[in-house]
């Protein structure tokens, strides 16, 4: 069965089209396919939600509220079947799914909701009237590391702001994509409203974030894809809101619980095979304290076994793919040869020998902590995506603020600290979008989004819902609210 593009409310046709192969990253198995889209896909996409534009802005909230809560239903119903499928599709542990990868979601559009609820969509400002208007037609282009969350922040923001949607997923995990698809229509999207086109960068991606009838293209990715993204949709200054890469830190202060610190940083870092942007991957720690920390990090990660992701106590599945198994293993030969120092993984820990070898199909990583790691190295910048993390060293606060500030990236970060105040004043000075203090992650109803090279825009909550939304000025109408 190949799954078909949503296009005008319609499935299309698959006879004779091209399609390409969805791949379980567990043990190299073909899990289903899907069409494989091309410009005119594309075409024919725009052109349906530039149709039913009109009518959608035209709804009132309350309607479209009412539709979004029963897309959010029908998730919820089928929360089992997206969390099997996102497991077989990308590799993430069932368990793990269940909770973060649908649970996420939901979250999210309850946030969402109450975003678009509590909008007020005209204002008096000096003499003028201030009106929120929808965006219009939306390219959302999105990843597989968190493919139905990333989704539903772009799709249902978009849909409640008035907006429609040509939604491309990722090749690699498109399948939660289809249930979604079948979810919208049940819960009555109209059709044209959200069109789904299934396919690759080249194929679909460029086309769509070129396309000079979208008005926004929102995309979550590589800084590299971000980048030409952007510059495809300045040739008809198309507004883009990018979610890119991250490189964050998490600043262990002197007076950090060592044993619970260790514990929650390994834990952001190795969570979803350490397929997180805003993964905290650098832990920077006191150089008095170096040795002690380094003991309780790899204690912490002797924990992160990896195993078959459909078993329910599994916490460390496959990497999404073969190829970013590759890119992930080529950082790490990078890593050793700048002289990283291997302290759990990689044969760096003794006890390695009591864990067992990942398997020789599929695109498994075992989890990998490197100490001594310099600004001068490749890893302390390169962003790995994957189950690695870097150890440095500091010698003052001021110190931990300037390696943590170095970097191209600024999207997350994290600061541990027995004193709250202690850690919030450190917080304030580390230029990122969003920072944790004591392990706290991440809150879908506060804005998400990066500083640098991590990107333009916020998504989730208030922020997120405004993304899709223009202002317009009614100059001398102040007086007709």
């Known amino acids: 069965m190949i799954a078909r593009h949503l296009i005008d409310g319609r499935w299309s046709p698959s006879e004779g089209r091209p399609s390409l192969a969805v791949i379980n990253p567990a043990d190299d198995t073909e899990v289903g396919r899907v069409l494989l889209g091309d410009a005119a896909d594309v075409d024919l996409a725009v052109a349906a939600a530039s149709r039913a534009l009109p009518a959608w802005r035209s709804t009132p909230m309350t309607e479209r509220i009412a539709i979004v809560e029963r897309v959010s239903d029908g998730i919820a119903a089928q929360r089992e079947r997206l969390a099997r499928t996102l497991t077989r599709e990308m590799g993430s542990p069932i368990a793990f799914a269940r909770a973060a990868q649908v649970g996420v979601a939901l979250a999210d559009i309850a946030e969402l909701i109450a975003a678009a609820r509590a909008h007020v969509d005209r204002s008096a400002v000096s003499r003028s009237l201030v009106v929120s208007e929808p965006a219009g037609v939306v390219a959302a282009i999105t990843p597989w590391n968190f493919p139905l969350h990333q989704i539903v922040l772009k799709v249902v923001a978009a849909m409640l702001a008035g907006c429609t949607v040509v939604l491309k997923p990722s090749e690699v995990a498109p399948l939660n994509a289809v249930i979604l698809g079948e979810i919208f229509s049940e819960a009555g999207v109209p059709d044209g409203v959200i069109n789904i086109v299934f396919g690759d960068g080249p194929g679909v991606g460029a086309p769509l974030a070129a396309h000079p009838d979208v008005d926004l293209v929102t995309f979550t990715g590589s800084r590299d894809v971000g980048a030409r993204i952007a510059e495809a949709a300045a040739a008809t200054i198309t507004k883009v809101a990018l979610e890119l890469g991250g490189k964050s830190a998490a600043i262990m202060l002197d007076d950090a619980p060592i044993a619970d610190a260790a514990a929650g940083v390994v834990r952001s870092c190795f969570a979803n095979t350490g397929q997180t942007c805003a993964a905290l991957t650098r832990v920077l720690v006191p150089r008095a304290q170096q040795a002690e920390w380094e003991r309780a990090l790899v204690e912490a990660g002797r924990s992160w076994i990896p195993g078959d992701p459909e078993d329910e106590n599994t916490v460390l599945g496959p990497l999404a793919s073969s190829l970013q198994r590759d890119r992930v293993r080529a950082h790490l ?50 962003e790995v995506f994957g189950p690695v993390l870097t150890v440095s060293v500091y010698d003052t606060d001021a110190e931990a603020i300037e390696l943590a500030n170095d970097s191209d990236y600024g999207l997350s970060g994290g600061v541990w600290s027995a004193d709250t105040d202690r850690a919030i004043a450190v917080a304030l000075q580390v230029r990122t979008g969003t920072i944790g203090i004591n392990g706290e992650g991440l809150d879908v109803g506060a804005p998400f989004g990066g500083v640098k090279q991590s990107g333009i825009g916020r998504e989730c909550g208030v922020l997120g819902f405004e993304e899709f939304l223009e202002t317009k000025s009614v100059m001398g109408a102040s007086g007709t609210l």
């Open 333 to 382: 030969a990078h890593a050793v040869a700048d002289g990283a120092v291997p302290l759990l993984g990689l044969a760096g820990d003794p006890a390695d020998s009591a864990v067992p070898a990942v398997p020789a199909v599929g695109a498994w990583q075992e989890p990998v902590i490197l100490g001594g790691v310099t600004p001068e190295m490749r890893v302390f910048r390169d």
